[in-house]
């Protein structure tokens, strides 16, 4: 193995010798601690120190890094004490994530690293998006990214690598190449020569070193970072090394042929460094014990430290409260006028527009949503007024997108995502369901993300365009949803979710965009997420809905106004109105649930759930539902007709009527 030490001084040779030693002294203490049974899983990095500490020093301390799950050296080189990581891996108060998620699964802005999930690829996306909230500010940095050789055949990797490179983010896309995912080897993995050749099909440059070569590590990851920083563009990194442990100490190496640790042993990255450094003279065999001693002590009392350390409480109260970033709705609002005349559309165009004016950091993007105003116009000007680095075309790659929007809130920006199609939501499912929803709730950072969705049937789109999927999203916690009915809501409803520094899916009808024309105020009104609205007042019998029901229900009270309906438009499904709910109940004792999506599991169910649970007594009548067919969704008219819940409302009322 060669070493160029280039300009570094002997102390600095020194010190990074002690910055890759202390993270295998700390391996081999956990591995202590595993058999004595005081741990109870590690994932060990022991083999590849010289990856996460060469390309951690490379980094400045005020830029991003997104280590993986052996990645200890990204951790101590950044300063982060043994004894908050001891607690962390065991679920101690002082731990990062509150006992609430394992080892390296957490995220710390202090020391600017955000921690992957178990899904992988992910974290890909998310470089992407700090990487382009310091592009826009004018700063002049580089975010590092990790992932492992066999993470790399994910989508993810794919969208993120793509995007990266349209928009010419300054990620340095780092590939761990161990030879192994967990028992794969890369022979079963991938038919390239070279991981590092992925590069050239994204149209970026690629480079392959000697992982276990810590100088060469950093090296090239500090001449690759001046270079993007100048001039910002991706890169991709491929760090050839070997894992000389299972995937987690309970996996065991039987898979891997006796050979293959012979030769990379030979390899091993601290013991070929400290003969460097023993050959230059820079270390002494005096010193190494002397080094080790005092490492072993602090190791020892960090670790005691954490072990001392009183165990987490539970208390249902924090658990709940934690899930959502604390906001405070404002309590003053700008007077409603004046007002103007608007469809639906418009009133989501004139609310982005004001949000776009109000937060410089609001970011826009989606497919086609430029020069083109996106599918259905909502943003068409857009970019006149507010450039394309703030109105953004993206490739169709929906998991990237959601994850970028996420990078750019993690790095001070909020960021309206729009889906072309609510039902297009799944491409992106897994960033919106446990890296959006989760963030705040495992280690209290809050996400500024508002998913726009496009969503429902009365256009004959059929089973791909026409979705009421909110169902999806309601029983997720740490989202909040909202379904506005009207232009007013539609507006309002759109200013608050992206005022709220929590992830907001923010569903539209696509039916309304053109159908219906309302007063809006012209001022930035908000309507507070989570209140209902009492649209009409009744005596004898509620109908609990949202969006297209709402219009559904209005045109059912007036072709029978001798049956008093009270109609109670819910505007947010998560958080819901249940006061408002209960009060109707009590009051008309009748209950109607009326929502386009599927009848069975639609979030009607829960609403049924509730009033069943809360309001039984005031009942005199069985709570009653009013779904759509449990079918997809059809394109023909006559079919489609068939399969909304309209064609089942009188039926429905009457029957609740009657009992």
Not at 40 to 60: D, P, R
Request: with cysteine.
């Amino acid at each position: 193995m060669i070493f160029d030490r280039k300009n570094l001084d002997n102390d600095t040779l020194l010190a990074f010798y002690k910055k890759m030693l202390f993270p295998r002294m700390v391996e081999e203490k956990m591995l202590i601690l595993l058999r004595q049974g005081r741990i109870g899983k590690w994932f060990s990095g022991i083999g590849q120190e010289a990856i996460a500490v060469g390309s951690a020093l490379a980094m400045n301390t005020d830029e991003y890094i997104l280590p993986m799950h052996r990645n200890l050296g990204v951790f101590t080189s950044r300063n982060i004490p043994l004894s908050r990581l001891m607690a962390q891996w065991q679920g101690k108060p002082s731990g990062f994530t509150k006992g609430r998620d394992r080892s390296f699964h957490f995220g710390t802005q202090e020391y600017k690293i955000i921690g992957m999930i178990s899904h992988l690829g992910p974290q890909l996306a998310l470089a992407d998006g700090i990487a382009l909230a310091d592009v826009l500010s004018g700063k002049k940095k580089s975010t590092l990214v990790f992932t492992g050789e066999g993470a790399t055949s994910e989508g993810d990797f794919h969208e993120a690598l793509n995007i990266a490179s349209v928009w010419k983010l300054p990620v340095i896309f780092l590939i761990e190449n161990n030879g192994y995912a967990l028992s794969t080897p890369t022979s079963e993995q991938y038919n390239c020569r070279e991981l590092v050749d992925k590069a050239i099909g994204y149209g970026i440059e690629g480079r392959r070193i000697d992982g276990n070569n810590l100088l060469e590590v950093y090296n090239t990851i500090t001449s690759l970072n001046k270079a993007i920083r100048e001039n910002p563009r991706p890169v991709l990194l491929e760090c050839m090394t070997f894992r000389m442990r299972g995937h987690e100490e309970a996996s065991g190496t039987k898979y891997v042929p006796t050979n293959l640790f012979e030769w990379w042993a030979g390899k091993d990255p601290v013991t070929n460094f400290e003969k460097y450094l023993l050959a230059e003279g820079v270390l002494f065999k005096d010193m190494i014990p002397v080094i080790r001693k005092e490492f072993a002590a602090l190791i020892e009392t960090e670790i005691e430290r954490a072990y001392a350390e009183t165990d987490i409480v539970p208390d249902v109260a924090t658990e709940l409260q934690d899930m959502y970033k604390p906001y405070s709705f404002p309590a003053v609002q700008p007077k409603p006028l004046p007002v103007t005349g608007k469809r639906y559309i418009d009133a989501i165009s004139d609310g982005l527009k004001q949000a776009m004016r109000k937060h410089p950091n609001l970011v826009i993007m989606g497919q086609d949503i430029a020069e083109y105003g996106g599918a259905f116009k909502i943003t068409q000007g857009f970019v006149d007024e507010f450039g394309k680095a703030r109105v953004r075309n993206t490739p169709i790659c929906e998991s990237a997108i959601v994850g970028a929007g996420m990078g750019l809130a993690l790095n001070g920006y909020k960021a309206v995502v729009e889906m072309q199609f609510a039902d297009f939501v799944t491409c992106g499912f897994n960033q919106v369901i446990n890296n959006l929803a989760k963030t705040h709730y495992r280690w209290g950072q809050g996400v500024d993300v508002v998913i726009r969705m496009p969503a429902g049937a009365g256009t004959g789109a059929g089973p791909f365009h026409s979705q009421s999927n909110e169902a999806w999203f309601t029983k997720t916690p740490g989202l909040k949803v909202v379904y506005p009915a009207f232009p007013a809501d539609a507006k309002g409803l759109l200013l608050a979710a992206i005022d709220d520094p929590n992830p907001v899916i923010y569903f539209e009808h696509k039916y309304l965009y053109r159908s219906i024309t309302a007063d809006v105020p012209d001022n930035e009104v908000m309507i507070e997420i989570g209140k209902a609205n009492v649209i009409k007042q009744g005596e004898k019998a509620s109908i609990i809905t949202f969006g297209l029901g709402v219009h559904w229900a209005l045109e059912y009270a007036d072709k029978h106004p001798d049956q008093s309906i009270e109609i109670i438009d819910l505007r947010s499904l998560q958080p819901w109105d249940q006061e408002a709910v209960e009060t109707s109940v009590k009051k008309t004792g009748r209950v109607l649930i009326l929502h386009e999506d599927t009848l069975t599991n639609g979030f009607g169910a829960e609403i049924a759930a509730h009033i069943a649970e809360h309001c039984f007594k005031y009942l005199d009548a069985p709570v009653m539902r009013c779904g759509s067919l449990d079918t997809a969704i059809p394109m023909n008219k006559a079919l489609e007709d068939q399969f909304l819940a309209k064609a089942r409302l009188e039926e429905s009322m009457g029957k609740l009527l009657a009992y």
